[in-house]
C-alpha cells in the first residue's frame, strides 16, 4: 500500500486533474469543428443533433483586463477557446467549455487576496472548464417562443497563485427562450432572438463558508444577410445580488458583442469586437474562430 503524504497528495491530485481535462480535449479535436453560437456566450435553445459531437475553437484578445483576487491588471489573451456539444437525443445535448492555455501581459498590480507564484511581467495557466446540460423544453410555435434549461458547473482547474482564475467550483441554471422570424423553407431564419436569465452560485474564494449569487444573463440575436454571411451581437453578463461590495472574485461583468459569421466552404468563420460594460470587465476586445459541423457518429440509444 503506497501512503501519499498531503503535500505530495495535493500536487498528484492537482496533476490529474490537469491530465484528465487534457484528455477530454485530444478526445474531442479527433473530431471535426462547430460551435454553440460562436462568437457569442448568450446560449440559444438548439439542440445538437441526436448522435453528433461538436466542437468550436478559436481565440480571444482582452485589453485591460482585471483580476480582482490577485490585483492584476493586464492584456489577456485566451488560446484554444474550445466548446464541445454532444446531442444525447433530440432535446438534450452535454457541453464542456472553456480555454487550453491562458495568458497575461502584466500592465500593473494591486495588492493581491492570495500570495501569488509570478516571477516576471507576464503568467499562464489553464482555463477553470464549465461542464454542463442543455435540454429542450418546448419547440417554438407561432406565437410563443422555444423554451430551455441549462444548468452545470464551474470545475477548479487553475492555481490561483498564477493570478488568473480562482480556482473555485461555481455552479448555474439558466432559464433560455428563442424566436426566429422570416424563417423559409430551406433558409435559415432571417432575425434568430434569444436571450438567457439564470442564477450562479459562486464560492468566495477567500471567505469560508460564504458564497455570493450572481444574476446572469444574455440577449442575443443572429441576422442574416445573405446564405454566406450573418451579422451577430449580444449583451452578456452577470450581476452581484449582494448590496455593498460583492466578496472579491465574485464581482458582477458584463460586455458587448458585435460581428460576423462567414460562412464558406462548409466552414464557419466568426469574428467579433468586444466592449466591456462594467468596471471589472475587460475595457475592449477580439474574438474569431472557426466551426464545422461533424457528421452522425453513433446511434443514441431510444
Known amino acids: 500500500m503506497i501512503v501519499l503524504v498531503p503535500k505530495y497528495s495535493s500536487i498528484l491530485f492537482s496533476l490529474m486533474k490537469r491530465i484528465l ?3 477530454i480535449l485530444l478526445f474531442c479535436l479527433s473530431f471535426p469543428l462547430i460551435a454553440q453560437q460562436r462568437p457569442l ?4 435553445v438548439d439542440i445538437a443533433p441526436a448522435g453528433t459531437i461538436n466542437v468550436s475553437a478559436g481565440a480571444d484578445f482582452f485589453q485591460n483586463a482585471k483580476f480582482p483576487l490577485s490585483g492584476l491588471t493586464g492584456d489577456l489573451t485566451r488560446v484554444g477557446d474550445i466548446r464541445i456539444r454532444q446531442g444525447f437525443a433530440s432535446n438534450v445535448e452535454i457541453q464542456m467549455e472553456g480555454s487550453i492555455q491562458n495568458y497575461v501581459a502584466i500592465n500593473s498590480r494591486n495588492a493581491s487576496a492570495v500570495p501569488l507564484n509570478i516571477s516576471n511581467n507576464s503568467t499562464n495557466d489553464f482555463d477553470d472548464y464549465i461542464i454542463s446540460a442543455k435540454i429542450k423544453l ?3 410555435t407561432r406565437n410563443f417562443p422555444a423554451l430551455g434549461m441549462k444548468f452545470g458547473y464551474q470545475m477548479p482547474n487553475t492555481d490561483q497563485a498564477k493570478g488568473i482564475g480562482t480556482n473555485q467550483i461555481n455552479i448555474f441554471s439558466k432559464l433560455l427562450l428563442q424566436k426566429k422570424f422570416g ?6 431564419a432571417v432575425a434568430n432572438i434569444f436571450g438567457n436569465i439564470g442564477l450562479g452560485i459562486m464560492t468566495a474564494p477567500i471567505e469560508r463558508f460564504s458564497q455570493n449569487d450572481v444574476m446572469l444573463y444574455g440577449v442575443a440575436g443572429i441576422f442574416r444577410v445573405s446564405d454566406h454571411l450573418n451579422l451577430v451581437g449580444e449583451v452578456n453578463g452577470r450581476a ?3 448590496n455593498g461590495n460583492p466578496p472579491i472574485g465574485t464581482e458582477s461583468i458584463s460586455q458587448f458583442r458585435f460581428g ?4 464558406v466552404s462548409g466552414l464557419r468563420f466568426d469574428t467579433a ?5 462594467t468596471k471589472n470587465s475587460p475595457r475592449t476586445g477580439i474574438t474569431f474562430g472557426v466551426t464545422y459541423q461533424s457528421p452522425n457518429l453513433f446511434t443514441p440509444a431510444p
Do not use: C, P, Y
Open 273 to 277: 469586437a468586444i466592449i466591456g460594460l
Open 183 to 188: 424563417k423559409r423553407k430551406g433558409k435559415d
Open 240 to 242: 452581484n445580488s449582494r
Open 260 to 263: 460576423t459569421q462567414v460562412k
Open 41 to 44: 456566450l448568450t446560449d440559444d
Open 138 to 140: 418546448f419547440n417554438e
Open 21 to 23: 481535462v487534457l484528455q
